[in-house]
């Protein structure tokens, strides 16, 4: 599985809530910045499943890959609609993903969130 591959792979599963692959595709020291927030993988997987974010549409309008020695960058351009705190939000992101190989395949080692004007 390339990084775009694991990229949305990772994104259906915040969708989906699926725990276990988010634990299987992020690595245990990863972390998520996000607009308001800093959390690392178990934090961010406890916040997706206590539904303090619910990825509610996840409009993605590109991708691009760039390796730099061991490190695969994903740039996903996005429309993202979630729930946070039972609140609709709405925001065009660009997210920064870097994703090196662990134990034979890319992993998620960090995702970072930027709002731009759409």
Same mark, same amino acid.
């Given at each position: 599985m390339n990084a775009k591959e694991t990229s949305i792979?990772?994104?259906?599963?915040? &969708?989906?809530?699926?725990?276990?692959?988010?634990? #299987?595709? =992020?690595?245990?020291?990863?972390?998520?910045? &996000?607009?308001?927030?800093?959390?690392?993988?178990? #934090?961010? =997987?406890?916040i997706i499943m206590k539904r303090g974010i619910v990825y509610d549409k996840i409009?993605?309008?590109s991708q691009t890959?760039?390796?730099?020695?061991?490190?695969t960058f994903v740039y996903t351009k996005m429309k993202l609609t979630a729930i946070v705190n039972g609140n609709t939000v709405v925001n065009p992101f660009v997210v920064t993903e870097a994703y090196i190989e662990d134990e034979g395949s890319l992993r998620l080692a960090s995702m970072s969130y930027t709002r731009i004007n759409d």
């Open positions: 792979a990772i994104w259906n599963a915040m &969708h989906d809530e699926d725990a276990q692959m988010l634990k #299987e595709k =992020i690595m245990p020291g990863a972390l998520f910045v &996000h607009m308001g927030i800093t959390a690392d993988r178990d #934090e961010e =997987i406890d409009d993605i309008k890959e760039n390796k730099v020695g061991p490190v």
